[in-house]
């Protein structure tokens, strides 16, 4: 759990780069974010192969959802031994 604008500014989640979102939020204004990836340098080693999901979901006042993200990736590890 962390507020919104502690997940904007977090290193380990670095991916924003690419956006308009700045803190404090206002509300009215619109926000975009453009070609959204995640610093893999944080990313857990050994994740197994396949196709995941990320969820995230944002609350307001630790009870109703603001928003959610749902995000699609895959995980594929070159083979360097062929």
């Not at 050994?46 to 959802?65: A, C, H, K, S, V």
Request: net charge neutral; with cysteine; charged share 15%.
């Amino acid at each position: 759990m962390m507020g919104v604008c502690s997940f904007f500014l977090s290193k380990d989640f670095d991916m924003f780069s690419n956006s308009n979102l700045k803190c404090p939020l206002r509300k009215g204004a619109h926000y975009h974010v453009y070609k959204l990836s995640p610093n893999v340098t944080n990313m857990p080693p050994l994740i197994p192969e396949g196709r995941w999901m990320l969820q995230i979901d944002f609350l307001y006042l630790n009870q109703y959802t603001f928003f959610s993200v749902q995000w699609y990736s895959g995980v594929e590890y070159i083979n360097i031994f062929e």
